[in-house]
């Protein structure tokens, strides 16, 4: 028999389990029937195949924006809590959509009904409440990469599929994980408030994560990016020389309509 695709193995896990499954009943059901699969490429599938899973946005099967019916390949799967899925059902759990936002980064949302496409539900994550501003300085400089000056850089893809952007370590959340034309790591820290040197620990973290967990021979560097940089981070980073300090400038204009 030919072995299917990761994502086709849950399909068929989920189905067979009644149509709700946790991640380790879904496992079992694979490692049963399947052999050996990468634990690590199972998480990362149900995360590709469920309609409401924010950070499915990072893989490369939900690049494109798309509306989900329940008919595409990807589109499969339906978070009911962490590590919890069920068979997605449009009808009971609406339509959803991958979109692009006004800064070119994708984001996902639900439509309020299947006939409704005009009014529409925001999906936010509590954790990113302090943005908007974040979010937005971050999918403009993903899509901005190669004003960098000196550097030629692309958003980092990993083996499975998962990109850069808000990229998932064990030792926490790396905004952005950039490569150069050679392969070498670049790896980005956003701040917007206080609190430099911790943004600096922090990025001294993921320097050390991706140097022994992704690098191998090839070269890690890291970049912060905040509105302004006081003197002490100056001092610090000066002794450091993989790490650069970058400032942003926002503006906007407020303009009188004549009546």
Avoid at 21 to 32: G, H, R
Avoid at 64 to 73: D, E, I, M, S
Avoid at 118 to 143: Q, S
Avoid at 187 to 195: A, D, S, T, Y
Wanted: aromatic fraction near 10%; hydrophobic fraction near 35%; proline fraction near 3%.
């Amino acid at each position: 028999m030919e072995r299917p695709y990761v994502w086709q193995m849950i399909k068929e896990a989920v189905e067979n389990l009644g149509g709700k499954a946790t991640y380790p009943e879904i496992k079992n059901y694979i490692f049963d029937k399947w052999g050996e699969v990468n634990n690590s490429t199972i998480n990362a599938q149900c995360l590709v195949l469920s309609v409401n899973q924010p950070s499915r946005i990072h893989y490369t099967e939900n690049h494109k924006p798309r509306f989900t019916n329940g008919n595409l390949p990807y589109d499969v799967l339906f978070s009911t809590g962490k590590g919890q899925v069920v068979l997605y059902n449009p009808e009971e759990h609406g339509i959803w959509e991958i979109y692009k936002n006004d800064f070119d980064g994708l984001e996902i949302r639900q439509q309020i009904s299947n006939d409704d496409f005009e009014e529409i539900i925001e999906i936010e994550d509590e954790k990113n409440f302090v943005f908007p501003l974040e979010a937005n300085l971050r999918d403009f400089l993903i899509k901005n990469l190669d004003t960098v000056k000196g550097k030629k850089l692309s958003l980092y893809i990993d083996e499975n599929g998962r990109d850069g952007r808000e990229y998932q370590t064990k030792v926490g959340l790396i905004d952005i994980l950039a490569i150069d034309e050679k392969g070498n790591f670049v790896v980005f820290e956003l701040k917007l408030n206080r609190g430099m040197d911790r943004a600096l620990g922090q990025l001294l973290r993921y320097m050390g994560w991706i140097k022994k967990e992704l690098a191998g021979d090839k070269k890690v560097s890291g970049i912060i990016v905040a509105n302004k940089m006081d003197e002490k981070i100056k001092y610090a980073v000066s002794i450091i020389p993989d790490i650069s300090l970058w400032e942003y400038q926002m503006t906007f204009e407020l303009n009188k309509l004549d009546n």
